[in-house]
Nanobody
Framework: DVQLQAYGGGLVQAGGSLRLSCAAS????????VGWFRQAPGKKREGVSA????????YYADAMKGRFTISRDNAKNTLYLQMNSLKSEDTAVYYC????????????????WGQGTLVTVSS
């Protein structure tokens, strides 16, 4: 079974930083793009960032550009999201997910995701 476990969330003050991690198992991690999406209470799911299998392509939603950095370590089957200059509107549950595509592509369509980790930014 494909399992994706996100961790590293917590409570942080506005302007602060957090680094999320995601451990993947049950999948050939280095053959697929992976990404992050988030969902705040009462709001729709929102794409955050994604990275292709070979780390050649990256996507960031406009609101995250310049503040968030996605990276992956294929040797450790781990995905990361460095979040800086956090704002109260970044408060949400963050999920890591497996993209449909490999071979350097990004579909931004996810077929597996984990339970998420809560990020709370206090103003």
């Amino acid at each position: 079974d494909v399992q994706l476990q996100a961790y590293g969330g917590g409570l942080v003050q506005a302007g602060g930083s957090l680094r999320l991690s995601c451990a993947a198992s049950g999948v050939t991690f280095d053959r697929y793009a992976v990404g992050w999406f988030r969902q705040a209470p009462g709001k729709k799911r929102e794409g955050v960032s994604a990275i292709s299998d070979a780390d050649g392509s990256r996507y960031y939603a406009d609101a995250m550009k310049g503040r968030f950095t996605i990276s992956r370590d294929n040797a450790k089957n781990t995905l990361y999201l460095q979040m800086n200059s956090l704002k109260s509107e970044d408060t949400a549950v963050y999920y890591c997910a497996k993209d449909l595509l490999g071979a350097g592509g990004l579909a931004l369509i996810y077929d597996y995701w984990g339970q998420g980790t809560l990020v709370t930014v206090s103003s």
